[in-house]
């Protein structure tokens, strides 16, 4: 992948890219959009969660069916061969 910032300073915007060899005769994605229009969609889009949210999620018994397989796991590694 290659990425690079420019600032136009007019609307029509020339612009030679340089390419590796590799991406010659294959399709390329060409991106525009403004960092600024770029952070606002990601706070809105990916909210801040706190563990809190997560509280009742699992079940009591899932809960504890995945802290016995961690502690069999962990059991196994520390096995001497």
């Known amino acids: 992948m290659i990425q690079t ?20 005769g294959k ?3 060409v991106l525009f959009y ?6 606002k969609t990601t706070v809105s889009i990916l909210p801040q ?3 809190s949210n997560f509280f009742g999620t699992l079940s009591l018994e899932e ?3 995945m ?3 961690i502690n069999q796991s ?3 590694w ?4």
Not at 10 to 23: E, G, H, R
Not at 34 to 39: D, F, L, M, P, S
């Open 34 to 39: 403004i960092n600024e229009e770029v952070k």
């Open 67 to 69: 802290q016995a397989y």
């Open 27 to 29: 399709q390329v994605h």
């Open 63 to 65: 809960g504890e069916k």
């Open 49 to 51: 969660k706190k563990p």
């Open 78 to 81: 520390e096995r001497n061969f």
């Open 74 to 76: 962990r059991n196994e």
């Open 5 to 24: 910032i420019v600032t136009p300073d007019k609307p029509n915007f020339d612009m030679t890219v340089s390419l590796p060899v590799d991406y010659v």
